[in-house]
């Protein structure tokens, strides 16, 4: 495990990071404290924990993608809740089976 120096709002860190990883951990240190001075430089928010709290919410925000747009008119996994989701399949495998019996 390797450590690096990290400016994060004006402060100094010292954080360990993989061997190999400190590119990667450079560019994260960067992002947060990107994030971490525009909140901060928006003025209305001082105390440094709630920055923090704010700029890693805004981060994980950030990384979650949302679900695809359903142009098509299909029902995607995502917008079918999981009982019609089970339905449907027991409806296909059913129908898979024919006459030989029903699963359910």
Known sequence: MKQIEAKILGQTYLLGCP???????LEAVHRVDS???AIRDAGKIRAR??????????????QTEPP???TAGVATAASVPADAQL???LA???AALGDDG???
């Open 92 to 94: 296909q495998l059913d």
């Open 35 to 37: 994030a971490m001075c």
């Open 19 to 25: 061997d190999g990883g400190e590119q990667r951990m």
């Open 49 to 62: 924990d709630r920055i923090a709290v704010l700029a890693a919410l805004n981060l994980a925000f950030d």
């Open 102 to 104: 029903r699963l359910l």
């Open 68 to 70: 695809p747009a359903n």
């Open 87 to 89: 339905a449907a399949i």
